[in-house]
Antibody, heavy 122, light 110 residues
Framework: EVQLVQSGADVRKPGESLKISCEGSRSSLSNYWIGWVRQMPGKGLEWMGI????????RYSPSFEGLVSISADKSISTAYLQWSSLKASDTAIYYCARTYNWNDVAWGFDLWGQGTLVTVSS | QSALTQPSSASGTPGQRVIISCSGSSSNIGRKTVNWFQQLPGTAPKLVIY???QRPSGVPDRFSGATSGTSASLTISGLQSEDEAEYYC???????????FGGGTKLTVL
């Protein structure tokens, strides 16, 4: 069974950097896009950005452009979400999700990771 | 404030039919298809409807979706206790060049 396996929960202080990962187990993610979705405590879902694993082409929501960085390593079917300087307001669960198509007609996150809880506190 | 508007809560008894609405605008639902996600407590979201009215493999046919103008709806027929969850609509938004989500509807099975 194909799964997206995310790195474990992390606790950091404001100003610290962090990189979390999302690996496609038992299957290559070739030809797939991997998106990142934020869920703040008790809140809804927000699309942050997405990357195409085959060529690392990425796109960002305007709300997150410049605040995070998305990267990928195709050879190990892994996508990453990175912060250079965390804030307390970055405390949330971050999900990665897979979609075969990324366009206004056919997108669909059909497989999700289990989520990574990031806590930023002094 | 979410770009798509959903009621914060909905409820029904086992066997009933429940409809969850999702209201958007001409830059999202009005011209694009809608996906629906189910999030059980403490778990990751799961796709239950894509391109407005298609069910992924494994999703019961009790779940159906529809769109009309700038609104969409998710219908759950023959409600079951395991359907108790948060439901989110999502649609591509031209201004975002990506998807926007609704605020979520908490469905309670009484």
């Amino acid at each position: 069974e194909v799964q997206l396996v995310q790195s474990g929960a992390d606790v950091r202080k404001p100003g610290e950097s962090l990189k979390i990962s999302c690996e496609g187990s038992r299957s290559s993610l070739s030809n797939y896009w991997i998106g990142w979705v934020r869920q703040m405590p008790g809140k809804g879902l927000e699309w942050m950005g997405i990357i195409y694993l085959d060529d690392s082409h990425s796109r960002y929501s305007p709300s997150f452009e410049g605040l995070v960085s998305i990267s990928a390593d195709k050879s190990i079917s892994t996508a990453y979400l990175q912060w250079s300087s965390l804030k307390a307001s970055d405390t949330a669960i971050y999900y990665c999700a897979r979609t075969y198509n990324w366009n206004d007609v056919a997108w669909g996150f059909d497989l999700w990771g289990q989520g990574t809880l990031v806590t930023v506190s002094s | 404030q979410s770009a798509l508007t959903q009621p914060s809560s909905a409820s029904g008894t086992p066997g009933q039919r429940v409809i969850i609405s999702c209201s958007g605008s001409s830059s999202n639902i009005g011209r694009k298809t809608v996906n629906w996600f189910q999030q059980l407590p403490g778990t990751a979201p799961k796709l239950v409807i894509y391109t407005s009215n298609q069910r992924p493999s494994g999703v019961p046919d009790r779940f159906s979706g529809a769109t009309s103008g700038t609104s969409a709806s998710l219908t759950i027929s023959g409600l079951q206790s395991e359907d108790e969850a948060e439901y989110y609509c999502a649609a591509w938004d031209d201004s975002l060049n990506g998807p926007v989500f609704g605020g979520g509807t908490k469905l309670t099975v009484l």
